[in-house]
């Protein structure tokens, strides 16, 4: 037979395969197996994403032979094989059959050296969708809501349609809803659910007494609507919002972000509609007219952490902040993995890089630092005053208006009096105030200037020779002039300044004269610099970027040529009360910021007012790189405590005298040099109520500086323009980019503003596939313990398929229609009956669904730390129920904070509150990031560093050990014994009702005998140590009454505290 003839017979051979396609390979056992219809959605994208979408996936630089999966066009499409990757209803014609199930490790899928493989079902999965058509669907997530219609069936177990989707998966396997829980447990359990408190004794009898109809509806509107209600629900958007009391990186330093916390508690309070908390948080200061709670809200995004390195680049740590806004924007309301586009496309999701900068862009516009204070809030803030402190603000500034025009007034008729000026002695107007400092900067000996025996000069700096004769000359790091008690005033002062400088070349920043600091004192101060073009910039900081003045020259200083620069401020606090001079010709400017509101006066780390020196030829910003050394000479150096008029600058360049000028005017009159004189005049002479403005001012600034402030979000009045970057590095911009969303997902309409009051306008249309569903997931996980998507952090395409679909599209469709009002919701599932189920699961449920996915009893976790705290503290009554306010300091070990300090000041000890602070809520204690609460972290509460969609939930012998040693769990085992002993005179009952406290039932008759042997045990072993059971009950703040009995209470107490240990009062059932 030829070689022709055989290549022949074989092609033919290949073609009557493919057209009778191959037998399905998997076994009758495995195909018992398989679904009746197997859904692309539920059954192949979950293998195809997680073992295929790497290599054959979204992300176009790791695509191999440019074959896409994830795409129906580009699977459907033949290949150099002349197969179609998938050809619906022919296995003989699909390459990935043939793929899958090749033993050539050259063709194999995936291939053995990804280390990844199919067993045998997935492979079997595979084919059947194949012989079914291979159809596509898309992403279940990114499908708009519908509302499905509720199953059509009926059970007595029926409260309302949520059960009815949940027997409708019962049903079909042979089960049904577990019976109720008894009414003790019920209340218990709804409790710590809705208000994260466990009932009070009272509460729990006054439920068990009420056997009406209505009785559960009526607790769970009383549990929906209290403060407490709004405190649990705060805890959990803290965790999304990572909220935290410190900055997180390097020193870690105090910030304080309360107010935003207590916005956060008043919205639930008042039942604040999601859509509008989205809005508010991620875009209330773009609101028209924004109102002080709607700025308070965008601290969410402000919450991040933040760095106080020094050496750090400003613009790398500034970049960073953004990309964590984009991750927790994601996944507070997408429910998406979207950091994972930052370096490049997505392997999994649909969202390309470039949309991933896109979205970064909506959140690049904040005017911010990358780098903060050691401690303190980083700017943009907003102060929050007291009402009554406000009002006095209000009412001080209405008299500072009024007592400015008034002077404005009096100068202006004074100038109006034309025999004024003419009768004034010549001497009145020789008798200019002279300047604080006055140098001529031409002589240089041991380290002092001009034989000032206060000052101090550094470096290498050097007198030379110039055509203006001896100058000071400067250029390095180390070369500047210090001025020790020079240049301190506060932004209610006028002052001016006046220099010769002659810069030799430009520099990103070089500082001629100021006092301003570095981040550790967040700038304070104020300085006159060159700016990288050499625009004079007058500066006035209290704190950068938010609360400043700065205005900048719009002509420019010309290096290698002497220039007279100089400065005058009339202690408004206002950019309008600046003027700068070139040459002694007042020049136009820039207002760059007008924000001032608070002190310039100089601090230290400690945040203390320091005399700091006037410093020439140099910044203090030395942990920034920032040093704005000056690089050029120096001449004739004058500062003045006052407000210098245009002659009088003019006078300081030699170009006229002010006595000539008088003489001149008396001479012939004329209306504007009257009103030079009569202003120079002024302000050598200035009558009272100049004096008397000033003070009104130092009222207004003494009391602003007392207020607390909050970290708020402020646009940039000039957009900041948005690249993609380069394996996401902030110094590889590419392409650059406007705002705008994944394509995949919902179009960004025109009709929305392109910011971030588009984007929540984005996020919150109804047609929007993903927060809907992401919202009403969160709410079933609080209830449950997870969610129906038990991946509330990824609904994308490597997240958890959910288990009840058509349930989360009922209840996302229901919150759409019911104005997006969470707590409508909420009644809904806690009024259900599979929420009511009890926990109790006997051996053929827990064997056909060992994960309650089915939802077939209720579920059985660890509480959260928190509650557990709270619930000892409540039992005990020391729980100090105080709503809102500063964060409070527990009891921990001492000398934690004073290993992880460096440079912060306020955090480099840890200082336990004193009185009933200690024992408030726990979601007011006090996190540091990286030294959070031991007792919290051992039940893995979060230190909030990142945004946490999901809490992790272990078990570990960490947890009895806190729970038997903490000084907290004592305290309250102590006071509850105290407690028990004081209303009962038994101990069968005292042990009872501790055991009720604590455990929301009575204990059963073998508990309780093994509680009452266990208090005989201690009470006979403290007998014999009688100073042990001192010690023991002294534990805490408060010490026991004097007449207790010290053997009695610490044997009571260890009964207590063996309570604590038992399951049930940690458990949720």
């Not at 002695?425 to 000032?452: F, G, Q, T, Y």
């Not at 004189?677 to 002024?682: E, K, P, V």
Request: aromatic fraction near 8%; charge should be negative.
């Amino acid at each position: 037979m030829t070689i022709q003839r055989t290549t022949y017979l074989s092609y033919l051979f290949l073609l009557l395969l493919a057209a009778c396609g191959p037998a399905a390979p998997y076994t009758d056992e495995i195909a018992a197996t398989l679904p009746e219809t197997v859904s692309y959605n539920f059954h192949i994208r979950p293998i195809l994403a997680d073992r295929c979408f790497s290599c054959h996936g979204p992300d176009e630089a790791a695509r191999k032979g440019e074959l896409r999966l994830d795409e129906a066009a580009r699977a459907y499409a033949k290949g150099s094989s002349g197969r179609s990757a998938v050809h619906g209803g022919s296995l003989g014609r699909s390459e990935v059959f043939h793929r899958i199930y090749s033993e050539d490790a050259e063709l194999q899928m995936p291939p053995p050296e990804s280390n990844l493989s199919l067993d045998e079902r997935e492979k079997a999965l595979i084919s059947r969708w194949i012989e079914q058509g291979g159809i596509y669907e898309p992403h279940w997530s990114f499908v708009p809501v519908e509302k499905p219609p509720v199953p059509d069936l009926t059970s007595d177990a029926v409260k309302n349609p949520i059960d009815q989707f949940i027997l409708a998966k019962l049903q079909p396997k042979g089960l049904d809803l577990a019976p109720a829980a008894d009414r003790e447990r019920l209340i218990r359990r709804l409790s710590f659910d809705l208000t994260g408190l466990p009932p009070t004794l009272e509460q729990i009898d006054a439920f068990l007494a009420d056997d009406s109809p209505a009785a559960y509806e009526k607790l769970v509107d009383r549990l929906l609507a209290g403060d407490a209600y709004a405190e649990r629900m705060a805890l959990d958007w803290m965790d999304l919002a990572r909220y935290a009391d410190s900055q997180g990186l390097h020193s870690d330093g105090w910030r304080s972000m309360y107010p935003w916390r207590d916005w956060v508690i008043d919205a639930y309070r008042e039942g604040m509609p999601f859509d509008q908390f989205l809005t508010w948080q991620l875009a209330g200061d773009l609101l028209p007219k924004p109102s002080r709670e709607q700025l308070i809200a965008t601290g969410f995004n402000r919450n991040h952490k933040t760095t106080a390195e020094g050496g750090v680049v400003d613009e790398e740590y500034r970049a960073e902040y953004v990309h964590d806004r984009v991750a927790t924007t994601a996944t507070a309301f997408m429910g998406l993995t979207m950091e994972c586009a930052r370096c490049h496309d997505h392997k999994y999701d649909p969202i390309t890089q470039k949309e991933y900068y896109r979205f970064y862009a909506f959140f690049n516009q904040v005017d911010e630092l990358g780098l903060s204070g050691d401690d303190g809030n980083a700017g943009p803030n907003m102060l929050l005053p007291a009402p009554e402190t406000e009002a006095r603000i209000r009412e001080i500034s209405k008299e500072i208006h009024a007592k400015a025009l008034s002077v404005d007034h009096a100068e202006a008729d004074l100038a109006k009096e034309k025999d004024f000026i003419s009768n004034l002695p010549a001497v009145s107007m020789a008798a200019a105030a002279p300047p604080d400092i006055a140098l001529p900067l031409d002589d240089l000996k041991e380290e002092r200037i001009d034989r000032n025996a206060e000052s101090r000069v550094s470096g290498e700096a050097a007198i030379v020779e110039t055509d203006r004769g001896k100058v000071l000359e400067l250029d390095a790091e180390y070369e500047f002039i210090d001025l020790p008690d020079q240049g301190l005033f506060e932004q209610y002062d006028a002052f001016s300044g006046a220099i010769w400088i002659r810069p030799l070349e430009k520099r990103t920043s070089q500082t001629i004269m100021g006092n301003s600091g570095q981040k550790g004192t967040f700038w304070r101060g104020w300085d006159l610099i060159l700016d990288s073009l050499n625009h004079l910039n007058l500066r006035l900081i209290h704190a950068l970027p938010h609360d400043v003045l700065s205005v900048r020259s719009e002509p420019v200083v010309p290096t290698g040529a002497w220039t007279h620069v100089a400065f005058t401020y009339d202690g408004s606090g206002r950019a309008a009360g600046v003027q700068l001079y070139l040459n002694g010709e007042a020049v136009a400017m820039v207002t760059e910021y007008d924000l001032l509101q608070r002190s310039i006066y100089p601090i230290a780390f400690s945040k203390a007012r320091t005399d700091r020196s006037l410093r020439l030829g140099k910044s203090y910003r030395a942990f920034t790189g920032e040093y704005g050394i000056y690089a050029g000479q120096l001449d004739d150096f004058k500062l003045f405590s006052r407000r210098l008029s245009p002659l009088e600058v003019a006078a300081l360049t030699g170009a006229l005298d002010p006595m000539e000028l008088f003489a001149e005017f008396r001479k012939q009159p004329e209306p504007e040099q009257r009103a030079a004189l009569t202003r120079t005049w002024w302000y050598n002479h200035p009558p009272a109520p100049v004096e008397e403005l000033r003070a009104l001012r130092r009222e207004k600034q003494e009391l602003l500086d007392t207020v607390p402030e909050v970290m708020i979000i402020r646009e940039l009045d000039q957009p900041r323009k948005t690249y993609v970057l380069n394996r996401g590095n902030y110094d590889e911009p590419t392409v650059e980019v406007t705002p705008g969303t994944p394509a995949s997902l919902l179009p960004f309409p025109d009709s929305l503003p392109a910011n971030r009051l588009g984007l929540a306008r984005w996020l919150t249309d109804p047609r929007h596939p993903l927060t809907s569903r992401v919202v009403v997931n969160r709410l079933w996980q609080q209830f449950f313990g997870r969610g129906l998507v038990d991946t509330p952090h990824d609904l994308g395409l490597q997240g958890s398929l959910p288990s009840h679909p058509e349930l989360l599209d009922w209840l996302a469709a229901s919150l759409l229609e019911n104005g997006w009002e969470i707590r409508a919701i909420q009644k809904l599932i806690v009024l259900s009956a599979t929420y009511r189920q009890s926990s109790v699961a006997d051996p053929a449920l827990r064997e056909k669904d060992p994960d309650n996915r089915l939802w077939a009893r209720a579920p059985s976790y660890r509480l959260p730390g928190e509650m557990i705290r709270d619930n000892a503290l409540l039992a005990s009554g020391l729980l100090n129920r105080k709503v809102g306010g500063p964060s409070v300091r527990p009891v921990q070990p001492a000398g934690l904070w004073t290993e992880k300090t460096s440079s912060t000041h306020i955090l480099r000890k840890y200082e336990t509150d004193s009185g009933t602070d200690r024992y408030r809520r726990s979601l007011y204690t006090f996190i540091r990031r990286t030294s959070p609460h031991p007792a919290m972290t051992a039940f893995d509460v979060p230190n909030r560093s990142v945004c946490t969609a999901e809490r992790q939930r272990t078990n570990t012998p960490m947890q009895a050990l806190v729970l038997l040693n903490d000084p907290q769990f004592v305290e309250a085992s102590r006071v509850l014994a105290e407690r028990v002993l004081d209303q009962e005179t038994e101990l069968a009952p005292r042990i009872s009702l501790a055991f009720r406290l604590l455990t929301g039932r009575e204990p059963r008759p073998l508990q309780l005998r093994e509680l009452v042997a266990l208090q005989e045990e201690e009470q006979a072993r403290f007998s014999e140590a009688t100073d042990a059971a001192r010690d023991y009950v002294l534990t805490g703040q408060f010490p026991p009454a004097d007449h207790r009995d010290p053997v009695e209470l610490a044997a009571m107490t260890v009964v207590v505290n063996t309570i604590m240990n038992f399951d049930e009062f940690y458990t949720k059932r």
